[in-house]
């Protein structure tokens, strides 16, 4: 654990993040183990609740990964030009500022300010909500808060000296290469985008190239390459039956069936309580 700081909290919001579900992850987790992976970091909720001594993180997502490393290596900066955002904040400075990854700016700015930029739209705009068409461009609605929170010193400061006094290594990529370097006795977090609950409610906009059933596949042929080097694994994922049908019949497997309140959808009548699973491939 870090020697300065007990738990932190995620510098953003973001789709699929974990925070109601801490008190239950926190349980399923390993009493012991030896390096922390969490291949989807996400917002990270779990990462900054336990503040791995030595971990590797990552995500596909190339903007939220440049986030951490300016947050890492750039962070006065950072919320220079937050602060900058925070004076300007308006529907029409968030729309003009969603749309320079539609021409020439977006190329044009530095990986600070495309932190800041991010980091900013997910404080406004609809829900928190990260979303990207088929041109990998931002498409979310601006959000009518009163008082966003734009700038947070303190959190973001915190986060930077935990980053920075640890053994974290940041990494952005596919899920499978994060894992490469495990060894028996280490410990992975799966937090993937989840199997939709129905036809009609995939969520495959994370990133522009979505994440489906055969990525499904390739995580659960992975939980099982993981489990035979001796490495311990926990999952988190829609209680849906294909997920059911792809580890049911793992030997060792524990499954348990949480209750959690889904937030981000379209439409209303699709948020609140929806059932979700951690799977195991260990005991306490």
Partial sequence: MAETLTSLKPFTKWTGGKRQLLPELITNMPEQYNRYYEPFIGGGALFFEVLPTHATINDFNTDLIYTYEEIRDNVSELIDILKIHNENNSKEYYLDLRSVDRDERFQKMTKTEKAARLLYMLRV????????????????????????????????YNISRYLNQNDIEILNGDFVDAVTDTKEGDFVYFDPPYAPVSLTSAFTSYTHEGFDLYDQERLRDLFVELTNKGVKVMLSNSDVEIIHDLYD???????????????????????????????RNYTK
């Fill in 249 to 279: 019949d793992i030997p060792g497997v524990d499954i348990q069936i949480v209750g959690a309140t889904r937030m981000i959808n379209s439409k209303s009548s699709g948020r609140g309580k929806v059932n979700e699973v951690i799977i």
């Fill in 125 to 156: 705009n609809f829900n928190g909500l990260y979303r990207v068409n088929s041109k990998n461009q931002f498409n979310v609605p601006y959000g009518r808060y009163k008082n966003p929170k734009i700038v947070n010193e303190d959190l973001l």
